[in-house]
């Protein structure tokens, strides 16, 4: 009864505001893919109200790949980007569309009526055509090889305010045409210009716009923001077709009585429901491990925000592959910037069938649950039923850690071995708090572990995680991880534990030790995984072979008998029996003693520091190598594990 009556109450509520809301007035348009609204427009309305500012009056044409933008008479540009969020659009000189020798045949120039200004990432470059010189001038810039014809033999570019520049202009006394354009200015250096500037201003410059802040209160109030061009004022288009001047107290719509009447008995109506439907149903607020029943009002009850779609297309730019972070787990993983300021990472799904939607609701309800200072911040997501689904977290500006140890971001003594071990306990910090959530991560890597700015760890990508019930020794599942982190173990016998993430921080420590990564087919067959080889190496007594020598395991005495006492746990955490690893609580406690021993006064001196002294010297309750060795060679056959 409570739900026919909701139903039908919202449908009446939808068909009233339908009625009143359909009004096509100054209403987002697509080009060519893109979404074209305030301050941006595609028609003029009439020629004292504009659905846009002055000039910024976009044309889509029918044979074309992007809208354009005319900023003067002479200067026509396609639009490739734009970012509401940032205020930000991305210009190509349609001279330069396409041609691997673009001739620019203007200088850009803006009109000061115009609202755009020149974002501070863009630098100008100067083009000198058909120059001609005093031949015993010896120039700085060697001249543009290029085959168009009305370059001319003289013909040069250069970087606007460098010494280079004022040295070309003192020796080129006559030139037939210079024309100065703008590039962005992390795409050209001085030195390598000639040969970069046809890529420079293939990928265009970055003006910014200043608009009103009314235009998000008049939006909100179901209005559509325009420009009155007489009076130079902000206007507001309403539902009722009245259109509103600026206004002080930021009100420009008034809803209408009935609509909110509407509205208020939906919500009544809907709150009896909810409670009737509680009371019938008490075990509906119980704790569920099925990630069929989690639903949008339990994303929202778990303090997670729903967000639209669209807005998570605007904060990334239409998903631009420049703002790609990396592919996560089952998604690929976007930087993006929220209309309130904040950073955020949107990941983004490949595809949407029952498996990425059954995975999308397990990362949510896991993370949704958490909260440790080492564990990656949802923030919110898309409908679970949505087509497109999209999880949306705290942005971590620094990379991941296979980044700074064999990635893009990887320096000789740039991760020095205090920050290393800071790391492999923060992570470790994270994963028995996972264990003790009864939570298995099941695939914990050096790609999922996040670097904010102080090296400080966030540990992600929960969509292959499991729920694993305290009262029973493993769970039977296909395997699923990452090549070179698989526990061996419940690879052959298909049992996941909680062994299973020691394993896989088994070799976390083995690269944070060597650098090098986890797989490497580049290899020898033996090498292939780091693991393999680091058990060789500590069973031969040569581990220093694979240490990474910036960690000054051959200078300092105490970071040499720290990193072999981390050696020694890692070999632990790689014992191919589960039952011969130590627990994540174990591993964890272990660091700290680590940590707190390479700050202690008493030091090992240096006659200590040979591989068994060291070994000997660990904590009794820690197995050495040698004694992990001398067991597991004491014992002909694998242990019978059934758990």
């Keep these: 009864m409570y739900m026919g009556a909701l139903l039908r109450l919202i449908l009446l509520c939808a068909f009233f505001l339908r009625l009143h809301g359909n009004d096509t007035v100054c209403s987002p348009k697509s080009c060519h893919g893109r979404e074209i609204r305030y301050p941006f427009s595609e028609l003029e309305q009439d020629r004292n109200v504009y659905c846009s500012y002055p000039g910024f009056i976009l044309s889509c044409p029918a044979d074309g790949t992007h809208p354009i933008l005319t900023i003067s008479p002479n200067n026509s540009y396609q639009v490739t980007h734009i970012n509401y969020s940032t205020q930000s659009i991305t210009l190509v000189d349609i001279d330069a569309v396409g041609n691997r020798c673009p001739r620019i045949h203007h200088n850009i120039t803006i009109d000061n009526m115009l609202q755009f200004h020149y974002n501070k990432n863009n630098k100008n470059i100067t083009f000198y055509y058909n120059c001609s010189f005093n031949s015993t001038y010896l120039l700085p810039v060697k001249p543009i090889q290029c085959s168009l014809e009305d370059f001319g033999n003289n013909s040069y570019v250069v970087l606007d305010g460098t010494e280079t520049a004022s040295k070309f202009n003192r020796r080129v006394p006559r030139c037939e045409e210079v024309v100065t354009t703008t590039v962005q200015k992390a795409e050209v250096s001085e030195l390598e210009l000639r040969e970069q500037f046809v890529g420079a201003m293939g990928d265009g410059f970055v003006l910014n716009w200043y608009t009103a802040e009314d235009c998000r209160k008049c939006e909100s109030q179901r209005g559509r923001c325009a420009f009155n061009n007489r009076t130079k004022e902000f206007m507001c288009y309403c539902s009722d077709r009245s259109l509103q001047p600026n206004s002080s107290n930021g009100t420009y719509c008034k809803a209408g009585g009935g609509t909110a009447l509407i509205l208020l008995v939906a919500f009544f109506v809907f709150l009896q429901y909810n409670k009737r439907r509680k009371s019938d149903h008490p075990y509906l607020d119980s704790r569920s491990t099925s990630s069929a029943n989690f639903s949008n009002a339990d994303f929202q009850n778990c303090g997670l925000h729903i967000f639209h779609y669209d807005e998570l297309r605007d904060a990334t ?80 500006p620094n990379g991941t850690l296979a980044d700074h140890l064999h990635g893009d971001l990887a320096k000789p003594g740039s991760l020095p071995w205090c920050t290393r071990l800071n790391i492999a306990v923060e992570t470790a910090s994270a994963l028995v708090y996972l264990h003790a959530s009864d939570i298995i991560h099941r695939d914990v890597k050096t790609n999922n572990i996040l670097l904010d700015e102080n090296f400080s760890v966030k540990v992600a990508d929960f ?76 069973r031969s007594h040569t581990i220093c072979d694979i240490v990474d020598q910036n960690l000054g395991f ?71 190598p040698i004694s992990v060795i001398e067991k597991l060679e004491s014992t002909n056959t694998t242990p019978n594990v059934s758990g």
Excluded: W
């Design 463 to 538: 969509g292959i995680s499991r729920l694993f019930p305290f009262n029973v020794t493993h769970v039977s599942t296909v395997p699923q991880g990452t090549p070179g982190y698989l526990d061996p173990e419940y690879h052959k016998r298909y049992q996941l534990t909680d062994k299973s993430d020691v394993y896989s921080f088994g070799v976390v420590l083995m690269e944070l030790i060597s650098s090098l990564p986890a797989v490497d087919i580049e290899r020898e067959e033996n090498d292939i995984n780091l693991s393999s080889i680091a058990i060789n190496k500590i």
């Design 317 to 396: 730019d239409n998903f631009d592959p420049q703002k790609q972070l990396g592919d996560g787990g089952f998604g690929c993983v976007y930087h993006g910037r929220l209309p309130d300021g904040r950073a955020v990472a949107v990941k983004r799904l490949f595809e949407s069938n029952c498996k990425r939607a059954e995975q999308f609701t397990n990362e949510v309800e896991i993370l949704s649950r958490l909260r440790h200072p080492n564990l990656v911040q949802l923030y919110g997501c898309t409908p679970r039923k949505s087509h497109k689904l999209l999880l949306v977290y705290e942005y971590i």
């Design 554 to 624: 051959d200078s300092n005495c105490d970071t040499r008998r720290m990193i072999m006492a981390v050696v020694e746990l890692g070999f632990r955490c790689l014992q191919t029996s589960k039952d011969m690893r130590p627990t994540m609580a174990e591993v964890l406690q272990n660091l700290k003693d680590i940590q707190k021993q390479g700050s202690d006064e008493d030091k090992v001196t240096e006659e200590d520091t040979d591989y068994e002294a060291v070994f000997l010297k660990a904590k009794q309750s820690m197995h050495s």
